[in-house]
């Protein structure tokens, strides 16, 4: 049970039921009182169930409280002992990554290493449409006939049974995160913390969080080989900005390592030390320090363009230049792309709805459209999925086949049931984990496969999915400062399994409502009962219910979202970035 609804809302603009967060307050007070925290502040630890002893590492994530042994994870010395063979002997060594940020971000990790000792690898990232997910045979080949005796995979690889071992004269390490099956490929290591005979504990890592672990191991396998009595070890600390940015795009929990990993990571980050992201941050305009927002919403999309719409391999090859001439012409690129994914996007976004309004509702959303570009299905799948709460999964038909990605909700583990879809016969391919899958489907399947992944979610969950707005508190117009913003951040950094505070704002009146930026995005001040006023502005809505209740003139509404620090020409201000609202001339009144 949720509890009685916020404010009584029991179906807000979004169609969600809003509830408080669940808080210990005598545990409450006691953080706040043992560690001298604001109660607020204190608050928020204990909703995200934070313990008394937990604070301080919770505050102030390290890597050398929390990075474990990479020996933890299976096959790791056998990964780590083959890769440094390999660089001894000088051997040619492949890099095979996946097209999303995650897979560019791993790329360039190793990438990165290798090149520090005086190695250049060869780099594949295989096309969307013309390769699909993961090793090919073709590849594979292509890899093996310029020099290359060992190829590791980067987020892929753990299900490529036939490729991997149809791969003559090449050995293969395997470094990835998907969910597994009883059976691995039968290849040199497979390095997955999410192997099914994996001890549990790193399973929530993203590849790249995988992949900086592989590096520790193969870095400690060259030392102990006696590989840097005359040349100086790489700078492992110095690549935790792409961790950090794979991390926060793969929508992982930050949680525990990963904590660590994107705080450590994010500091490097501000430094602009990596020559392709100080080059992105440049033509995305961002001229603040770069947070987790800037990481996962302006910087990773870009980077995401490539695979989607462009070439897939320019996001790797942007993150691992050191030239800068290089990377400021990928990153034009790459920013042209997400101009023209946005057009696709919007394209195929509009025909989804259409689908999903015209059909009943079910546990899952499945649609799918002939044409439908496979770079933005997934991005799609992600809108669907917060527009109507519940796991979506959308298919782009070509020639019969359709190519898929899904999003998935808390509590619900899509990429199961892709892969029991597949175990049944119903998929020409498929995987993933738990919040998010791809797969390819024959056109005449899908009503099936309908069916099946219906009864499987349904089989998951123990009542109706309704969208819930979780909230850490409310808050008066006049309580939302600079001052209290700031003091949030402390808690930071945001993302899956650590969300950012949200608060409602009850009973407040807008004003100066308009629809700004080419996405729909809706501006507006608020006022408080007592004239307090705040800025705010809600993205992407101009066209949905959340936006056109803020667009009514003179509307009273109860409001809720985080709050953000706006630094804009020397000035520092507060803005509520406003997540959902509920009119009060609803039932909600």
């Not at 999303?100 to 969307?128: C, F």
């Not at 919403?297 to 695979?307: D, F, H, K, M």
């Not at 808050?475 to 808690?491: G, M, P, Q, W, Y």
């Not at 985080?562 to 020409?569: M, S």
Request: overall charge negative; glycine content about 12%.
């Amino acid at each position: 049970m949720t509890g009685p609804a916020l404010f009584g809302v029991e179906r807000s603009a979004k169609g969600a039921r809003w509830i408080g967060r669940a808080a210990d307050d005598r545990l409450a007070l006691a953080l706040s009182q043992r560690h001298a925290l604001p109660e607020i502040v204190a608050r928020v630890l204990a909703a995200r169930g934070v313990g008394l002893d937990d604070a301080p590492a919770f505050l102030n994530p390290t890597l050398r409280a929390l990075l474990p042994d990479p020996s933890v994870l299976r096959d790791m010395d056998r990964a780590a002992d083959r890769i440094a063979r390999a660089v001894t002997a000088g051997e040619g060594i492949a890099v095979f990554g996946d097209y999303d940020v995650d897979g560019a971000t791993s790329t360039a990790l190793m990438v990165r290493y290798l090149r520090a000792l005086g190695i250049e690898p060869q780099i594949h990232i295989p096309d969307r449409i013309a390769e699909g997910y993961g090793p090919n045979a073709q590849a594979l080949e292509k890899l093996r006939a310029g020099g290359a005796g060992l190829v590791v995979t980067v987020d892929c690889g753990t299900t490529a049974f036939d490729a991997l071992e149809g791969a003559a004269g090449l050995d293969v390490v395997v470094i990835d995160h998907h969910t597994a099956e009883p059976r691995l490929p039968k290849v040199a290591a497979v390095v997955n913390p999410n192997r099914l005979d994996q001890d549990p504990g790193l399973g929530q890592l993203a590849a790249c969080g995988v992949t900086f672990l592989a590096l520790v191991a193969l870095n400690r396998a060259l030392r102990q080989a006696g590989a840097f009595a005359s040349r100086k070890e790489p700078d492992l600390l110095a690549l935790l900005d792409l961790v950090a940015l794979g991390t926060i795009c793969d929508v992982v929990p930050l949680t525990g390592l990963n904590r660590a990993l994107v705080g450590q990571g994010l500091k490097v980050m501000a430094q602009r030390r990596n020559t392709g992201l100080a080059a992105l941050a440049d033509v995305a305009r961002v001229t603040e320090t770069v947070d987790a927002y800037h990481a996962g919403y302006i910087l990773g999309p870009r980077i995401n363009a490539g695979g989607r719409i462009g070439r897939a391999d320019l996001g790797a090859r942007l993150l691992a230049t050191e030239d800068k001439g290089e990377a400021a012409r990928i990153a034009a690129l790459l920013d042209e792309h997400n101009v023209d994914r946005k057009t696709v996007e919007a394209e195929v976004m509009a025909a989804a709805i259409a689908q999903v309004e015209a059909a009943e509702a079910g546990p899952v959303i499945l649609v799918a459209g002939e044409g439908w570009h496979p770079g933005v299905v997934g991005i799609v799948a992600g809108r669907l999925r917060e527009r109507y709460g519940r796991p979506s999964c959308v298919v782009g038909f070509e020639g019969g086949i359709g190519k898929a990605s899904g999003r998935s909700v808390p509590g619900v583990d899509l990429g199961a049931a892709v892969i029991a879809a597949r175990q049944a016969g119903l998929l020409l391919s498929g995987g993933g984990h738990r919040m998010a899958a791809g797969f390819t489907v024959r056109q005449e399947r899908l009503a099936e496969l309908r069916t099946y992944l219906a009864e499987h979610i349904d089989g998951q969950v123990d009542e109706p999915m309704v969208p819930l707005v979780e909230l850490d508190g409310t808050l008066v117009v006049e309580a939302a400062t600079v001052e209290l913003a700031e003091t949030l951040s402390c808690l930071g950094p945001f993302g899956a399994g650590n969300p950012e505070p949200r608060f409602a704002l009850p009973r407040v009146r807008v004003v100066a409502a308009s629809v700004v930026g080419s996405g729909g995005h809706v501006a507006c001040t608020l006022v408080g009962p007592d004239g307090g006023r705040l800025r705010a502005i809600a993205f992407r809505c101009a066209d949905q219910p959340v936006g056109q209740a803020l667009l009514r003139r003179d509307a009273l509404l109860h409001v809720a979202g985080t709050l953000r620090i706006d630094r804009w020409n020397g000035n520092t201000r507060v803005q509520l970035f406003i997540e959902d609202v509920a009119p009060l001339w609803a039932e909600n009144a």
